[in-house]
């Protein structure tokens, strides 16, 4: 068991910064490896990972099934390599076994599994996490456990109905237990986000959650939301997070077909000084 | 029936057999068994789509109401919801109607149940050809789709008395299980001294080998009464039933078929993807070549009506077993 039950009081952003850092090092690391992969949406989404990670979650990896564990869903299980990434970084797996990603046989599949040590879902199936969020806080809930889940899901996947479904469940049930965290990048498999979603933190609020919207990328921003989503007052939370696909490497931000990106060796060592250059910033 | 109906309130007609007029039957075995158990665990909770009354699972609302959810007619929730509750340790038994759960909500049984062998036990209501209200409301095809799901424990009880102790086995039974559910006056067909072992098939009646019926499901039941009445024609039936779907219990179902001369296949299913096709495939890929003769029914998307027209039109009534028992047609 950790030795810190609840969050500290106050984040330590620098430290944060570097953790986020180190997380996109990890995964341009392992789409060097592969040569492909989901890298956009987890360059976008590492900042809120080492939020939960290192300042926000009650976790202990070296006790992974702890029963009064936060809980992490990611409902996109195509953001593996940023699951992969923070797990290897907070201890729960071997930094060595990074470059299986995405291989044949690797215990770190393109898309999530829960065989893999630290993944609660199977992701993936989009609309699968939020209901399950829900589910496990009302369990624990019933067990008088002070655990909280957190559920990461995407824009795209609020096209999926069943989203709505377990949005409405949360709120009938009061899990106040759960926080989801929209994130917001703006593109799906075709390109942009087409769907007529926005405005997303209304939506959630109209579906009786307590819902915040930051900016997922700064840090600042994102560990104030969380420290708000503490509160247990019957409601949901909901954070919507505005994300950069491809944040802290500025040629993937501007590349055009951003949802599954093929990085060469040339452009991988490019990549690598622009991460640098905006290291801690 | 009105003294009862006050004791539990809820359970209304719909979806009963028609074998109720003059067997012995009890009411809403799954609810009033479920209740029992979740005395018993406390582990267990229960959830509803909307379909509490028509489920019978209300008697485990009133007996742990904290333990209980509705979710609205949300299937997909449904599911969902019983699959987070089951990740931290909870045993979660939901009930909705058997086509809402197998066609809405296919993606989340599999993948989020039973992908992660998550013990959530789902009762399906009006499975088969059990409904008036038409195709929208008629499983008649749960049995196939279902079966294309890895992973995943499929179980057809014959009777009140199996129904019951099914409700009990499935908490033990790892991972996601299926359950069509018998819901209302549920007769009881099966001798006392029946026990329900997940995974095996029954022999329910041994006749002479001429004739041999394999069955699930109610039709199990109705495959005795048939083969009581083919023995006053001079045809001995044997009944073999197959109370779990899968795995499928391919040893069993060699041996009786082996040893008779002809087979029916008796199910409330439509005869493709169903325990036909399981028995045929079985008999073919060991060599245990027999004429067969599936009752059930048909493909299509069938009408509204009553239990009795149902049933009769589309061929799962007594006549039409007895027919097959006697005529082999």
Known sequence: MPATLTPPATADVVALREHAYELRSLMMTMTRGKGEGYIAQGLGIADCLAALYFHELRHDPDDPDWADRDRFLLSTGHYSIAMYAVLASAGYLDEAELPTYGLNGSRLPMSTFDVTPGVEIVGGSLGHGLGQA???????RLDGSPARVFCELSDGELDEGSTWESAMGGATFGTDNVVALVDCNGIQAD???????EPVAEKFRSFGWDTREVNGNDLDELTEALAASRERDGRPKAIVLRTTPGYGVPSLV????????????DE??????????GRGK | ????????????GMGELIEIADKETELAPFGTELAKLGDERPEIVGLTADMGRYSDILPFRDAHPDRFFNVGMAEQNLILTAAGLAKVGKIAYCTTYSVFVTRRAYDFVAIACAHSKANVKIFAGMPGLMNGYGATHQATEDLNMMRGIADLTIIDPCDARELRQVVRAAADIPGTVYVRLLRGHVPVELPPEYEFVPGAAARLREGDGSVGVIGTGYLSGRALDAAKAAEAQGVSASVLHVPTIKPFDTTAVLEFASRHERLVVAENHKTTGGLATL?????????VLRPVVRVGLADGFFECGSQEYLESKYGLDLPRLLRAIVDGV
């Open chain 1, 254 to 265: 501007s590349r055009p077909r951003a949802h599954f990106v093929r990085v060469t060796d």
């Open chain 1, 134 to 140: 829900v589910g496990m806080a009302l369990g624990l």
């Open chain 2, 1 to 12: 029936m009105a003294s009862e109906t006050a004791v539990f309130g809820q359970t209304r």
């Open chain 2, 279 to 287: 028995v045929t495939e079985a008999m073919f890929d060991a060599g």
């Open chain 1, 268 to 277: 991988w060592g490019g990549f690598m000084e622009e991460l640098e250059a």
């Open chain 1, 191 to 197: 390109g942009p986000v087409t769907v007529a979603i």
